[in-house]
């Protein structure tokens, strides 16, 4: 299914609206040819985090890398290492230190300071080069706000090539009668309106508007959420095929566990910003870890009446499970590709319970 190959690196990725840690130091990564499933509840952060890989967003801090070259980048990390040197040296100086050691302290707080600001321009330029990244499209959540209704379709799915600097009109339209083809409309569907269609075929005139520009990695945010759930098989089966077809890697976001099951390599598990759990699909449904995603699958019906009955959804709620007074979290590798958010105690709890 896929080589291993990393395609797109999330590092540290924050992006804050004022206040609102919207998404706050996560990082994962996305293989080739994988599906890549990001998992929360609505307003955890799974669309900004689709926003800031295509670069919707100049993110507040963190680190995007395509193919190992770096996109996207923010500053606040940077900004907050000049603080920390200055900081430092204001304590120093304060608390009497004798002349020669506050020099030697002045003296690295200089070269820290100096260092963070040439990686900052350096994050900066590389930022700024990439204003937007072709080989990386998205389908939004909402098949109906996001298709412009004062556009034909055959102009909605041109607005990237265009944009893109592509003049030739029989190029263009020969493009898009292919993109139509391919999510199963047809060519005389370009000159109509988005209202026109239905809620399923709204949505593939959205991944039209993707597939069109020929990308490497399509991140899907909740394609199908809108949809009527008769319709939202063969959106996903569609999606499938596109992805076998053009050899795509898929980054699929769904605010519930049962969409991805059967359709991602691994998953991402996000609550509140917070990346709290990652690891394969197979992994994640049989061995779950925090206590979010225990509660996320305990919320997927069962094909199974017996069971369904029995049952039991489980409530997570944080201040119930976790002790992060002293003791602080982070994501850690507790088996070979399974993170977890988790503080020391929790680790070690983690990692005793695999070994039984
Ligand atoms: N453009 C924006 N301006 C301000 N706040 C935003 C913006 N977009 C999202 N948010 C906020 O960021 C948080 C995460 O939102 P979002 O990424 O849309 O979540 P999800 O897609 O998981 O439902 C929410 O609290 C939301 O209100
Ligand atoms: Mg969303």
Same mark, same amino acid.
């Given at each position: 299914m896929?080589?291993?190959?990393?395609?797109?690196s *999330?590092e540290? &990725?924050?992006?804050?609206?004022g206040?609102?840690?919207? =998404?706050?130091?996560?990082?994962?990564?996305?293989?080739?040819g994988e599906?890549?499933g &990001?998992?929360?509840?609505?307003?955890?952060? $799974?669309?900004? /985090?689709?926003?800031?890989?295509i670069?919707?967003?100049d993110?507040t801090?963190?680190?995007?890398?395509?193919?190992?070259?770096?996109i996207?980048a923010g /500053?606040?990390?940077?900004?907050?290492?000049?603080k920390?040197?200055?900081?430092?040296?204001?304590?120093?100086k $304060?608390n009497?230190?004798?002349?020669? @050691? &506050?020099?030697?302290i @002045?003296?690295?707080t200089?070269?820290r300071?100096?260092?963070?600001?040439?990686? +900052?321009?350096?994050? +900066?330029k590389d930022?700024?080069?990439?204003?937007t990244v072709?080989?990386?499209?998205?389908?939004?959540?909402?098949?109906?706000?996001?298709?412009?209704?004062?556009?034909?379709? %055959?102009?909605i799915?041109?607005e990237?090539?265009?944009?893109?600097?592509?003049k030739? $009109? @029989?190029?263009i339209d020969?493009?898009?009668?292919?993109? &139509?083809?391919? *999510?199963?409309? =047809?060519?005389?569907?370009?000159?109509?309106y988005?209202?026109?269609f239905s809620g %399923?075929?709204r949505q593939?005139i959205?991944?039209?508007?993707?597939? *069109?520009?020929?990308?490497?990695?399509?991140?899907a #945010?909740?394609p199908?959420?809108?949809? #009527? *759930?008769?319709?939202q098989?063969?959106?996903?089966?569609?999606?499938?095929?596109l992805?076998?077809?053009?050899?795509l890697t898929? +980054?699929?976001?769904?605010?519930?566990?049962? =969409?991805?099951?059967?359709?991602?390599d691994?998953?991402?598990?996000?609550?509140?910003?917070?990346l709290?759990?990652?690891?394969?699909?197979?992994e994640?449904?049989?061995?779950? +870890?925090?206590?979010?995603? @225990?509660?996320?699958?305990?919320?997927?019906?069962?094909?199974?009446p017996?069971?369904?009955?029995?049952?039991?959804?489980? /409530?997570y709620?944080p201040?119930?499970?976790?002790?992060y007074?002293?003791?602080?979290?982070s994501?850690?590798?507790?088996?070979?590709?399974?993170?977890v958010?988790?503080?020391?105690?929790?680790y070690e709890k983690?990692?005793?319970?695999?070994?039984?």
């Open positions: 896929n080589n291993g190959e990393t395609l797109l *999330v540290h &990725l924050c992006q804050y609206f206040r609102n840690k919207a =998404v706050d130091d996560v990082s994962f990564e996305v293989k080739k599906v890549f &990001l998992v929360g509840e609505s307003g955890c952060g $799974k669309t900004t /985090t689709g926003r800031s890989i670069k919707l967003y993110i801090s963190g680190n995007i890398f395509y193919k190992g070259e770096r996207a /500053t606040l990390s940077y900004k907050e290492e000049i920390a040197a200055k900081e430092a040296y204001k304590e120093a $304060k009497g230190t004798d002349k020669a @050691k &506050l020099a030697e @002045k003296a690295d200089d070269a300071i100096a260092k963070a600001k040439e990686e +900052m321009k350096a994050a +900066m930022h700024k080069k990439h204003r072709t080989d990386i499209q998205m389908i939004f959540q909402d098949p109906i706000a996001s298709l412009d209704p004062r556009m034909t379709v %055959g102009q799915i041109a990237g090539l265009v944009i893109n600097g592509e030739d $009109k @029989k190029v020969e493009k898009v009668y292919e993109a &139509l083809e391919m *999510v199963g409309l =047809v060519r005389e569907h370009a000159g109509r988005p209202h026109e %399923g075929q593939r959205g991944v039209a508007r993707a597939v *069109v520009m020929n990308p490497e990695i399509i991140i #945010d909740e199908v959420s809108a949809l #009527d *759930v008769s319709i098989a063969q959106v996903i089966n569609l999606l499938d095929d992805r076998h077809k053009m050899g898929v +980054m699929f976001i769904a605010h519930d566990l049962s =969409v991805v099951k059967y359709f991602s691994r998953i991402g598990v996000m609550y509140f910003g917070k709290v759990e990652l690891a394969d699909a197979d994640l449904f049989e061995h779950p +870890m925090h206590p979010y995603t @225990k509660s996320l699958l305990s919320a997927i019906p069962v094909p199974d017996q069971f369904e009955k029995k049952r039991q959804r489980i /409530t709620v201040l119930k499970e976790h002790d007074s002293v003791d602080l979290p994501l850690r590798e507790v088996t070979p590709g399974h993170f958010y988790c503080n020391d105690a929790e983690y990692r005793a319970q695999v070994a039984e």
